[in-house]
């Protein structure tokens, strides 16, 4: 099965929310259906971070926050190589860390 | 509720500990209890600031350490705040809220943190815990890149040029280099930062468009107050300092959740309730002590506390509004930039240093003029924690 990184949605008021809440930041219900973060979005703002913490071999990483079209933002690892704010980007899952020889996947955004 | 007042205050040497977390305390709070002439009176409790102790220097329970090595067992109460980069603020205001209450009447607090007993991918690793779990830390979030991510969009919005992130390095510098305790003294020039030909050699990337220079120093260091109730001060000091307000706020834990990732509302909202509960406005504060673990910091919070109009901080910096001799001066220690950043001490350290100015006592960094009333903002996490404090003097 593919990985997928969840949002929650809000039974009562329908509202996205990533990451979740224990109650609906819009409406105050418990319950929600999960939702996979997926599709499109608008690059908000990124960064390339050149001090990186333990587990990473790399020169920097990039990272940014984007806003879905689904309705949420999210930060991901950026595979941009010119990322530009405001750039359309499509979200997919995958490595983003690898920490005591475990995997850990999350959300990776690439040019439209 | 009582007035409280400090009676007492002391800092080590910032930077690399020559002394073990426990000794630093030690020192810090021997400097603050011989100030406040203390004696033989007794302390009532003691509040520890600290973040990282039990993961970088494998101790826990560090406030009873701290009272075992004090002798102040068995009276004294002990406790650890463990508040993030906000801890040190946190542990005044509980202090304060213990005299003010009735609760106790002589208090010390003392915030220390060491953290160069790791090496500098562990202390990254370490303060990239206040990231939220899922949503940022397992994608290798730091704090220096969230900044970074806030920074373009501040820049991008109201037109902040990197050139003057590198004013608030060189104004805090210039002022951390006449701070006998401080980490980094060392001036810097727009040349050696941005201009020169070997600017980008002497100043790389950390979190584009955050460079070396835009971010604190990792530091070891440990700041103490003695709290004593207003109408006991002139028993220990002739130059009691009031704590006239404090407020703290918090925000989302992911930065991207907040309506407007632009704007730091627990700093906002910490000051407001720290000016209210002081019956003071921004327009009265005489100096400044601002968290500015990022250039970009500095700028920010001195909008959302009500210095400065949203979007003209780097004008006023620009003007020199906020050098010492300027009309608000911010950092004159030198700031989280120059005189360091020991994560958990921090707020202690810059109530310290406010203390200090309000007495005048700052020596080479004094801001003149006599300042009567000072505000410090300590910044937890990135914003999801914010501790605001007013202080006046109380002679």
């Known amino acids: 099965m593919a990985p997928v990184v969840e949002a929650a949605k809000c039974r009562k008021c329908g509202k996205i929310s990533y990451p979740t809440h224990y109650y609906c930041p819009a409406c105050g219900e418990r319950k929600f259906d999960p939702l996979p973060v997926e599709g499109e979005g608008t690059l908000l703002t990124w960064t390339k971070v050149y001090a990186l913490p333990l587990d ?28 530009k704010t405001g750039a359309r980007v499509r979200v997919r899952v995958g490595k983003v860390r690898e920490t005591g020889g475990t995997d850990i996947t999350g959300l990776i955004f690439t040019p439209v | 509720m009582r007035d409280v007042a400090i009676v007492g205050a002391g800092s080590t040497q910032f930077g690399r500990a020559q002394w073990s977390l426990l000794k630093m305390m030690c020192e810090a709070s021997h400097d603050a209890m011989k100030n ?7 302390i009532d409790a003691v509040y520890v600031a600290n973040m990282g102790s039990t993961r970088n220097n494998k101790m826990a329970g560090l406030s009873s350490a701290l009272v075992d090595r004090l002798n102040l067992y068995p009276h004294a109460a002990a406790e650890t705040i463990e508040n993030g980069p906000a801890s040190g603020a946190s542990a005044v205001k509980h202090g304060m809220q213990a005299v003010a209450s009735g609760h106790c009447d002589l208090v010390l607090v003392c915030g220390g943190e060491r953290m160069r007993e790791v090496n500098n991918f562990e202390a990254t690793e370490f303060v990239s815990y206040l990231s939220h779990r899922y949503a940022e830390y397992v994608y290798g979030v730091t704090l220096p890149s969230l900044a970074g991510m806030f ?9 902040i040029k990197p050139e003057h992130l590198a004013m608030v390095a060189i104004k805090n510098h210039a002022n951390g280099a006449k701070n006998p305790k401080a980490h980094l003294r060392l001036e810097v020039t727009m040349e050696g930062l ?3 030909p070997d600017a980008h050699m002497n100043n790389p990337w950390v979190a584009d468009p955050l460079r070396f220079f835009d971010c604190c120093p990792v530091s070891d260091g ?7 109730p207003a109408d006991m001060a002139a028993k220990f000091t002739r130059k009691p300092v009031l704590i006239a307000g404090m407020g703290q706020a918090t ?3 992911a930065v991207h959740e907040r309506p407007d990732p632009t704007e730091l509302t627990a700093v906002r909202l910490a000051a407001q309730k720290a000016f209210a509960m002081a019956n003071l406005a921004p327009a009265d504060i005489h100096i400044a002590e601002l968290h500015d673990a990022f250039t970009i910091l500095e700028i920010a919070e001195s909008e959302e506390v009500g210095f400065f109009p949203k979007g003209q901080g780097h004008l006023a910096l620009e003007r020199g509004e906020t050098k010492i001799g300027g009309q608000l001066p911010i950092n004159p220690s030198g700031g989280l930039k120059a005189r360091g950043h020991p994560v958990g001490n921090t707020g202690v ?20 003029g006599e300042p009567k009333n000072g505000f410090a903002i300590n910044f937890g996490g990135f914003g999801n924690n914010v501790v605001a404090t007013v202080l006046k003097r109380g002679y």
């Open chain 1, 56 to 83: 990473y071999a790399d020169l920097y990483i990039t990272l940014g926050i984007v806003e879905m079209d689904m309705g949420i933002r999210a930060t991901g690892r950026l595979e941009i190589d010119d990322p």
């Open chain 2, 194 to 196: 941005l201009t020169g």
């Open chain 2, 151 to 159: 920074a373009r969009l501040y820049m991008e919005r109201y037109g």
């Open chain 2, 349 to 368: 350290s810059q109530i310290v240093e406010v203390v200090n100015q309000l007495r005048g006592e700052a020596g080479d960094y004094q801001v003149p």
């Open chain 2, 36 to 42: 406040a002439n203390l004696g033989d009176r007794k």
């Open chain 2, 222 to 228: 440990a700041s103490a107050v003695l709290l004593a």
């Open chain 2, 251 to 253: 925000d989302t834990h």
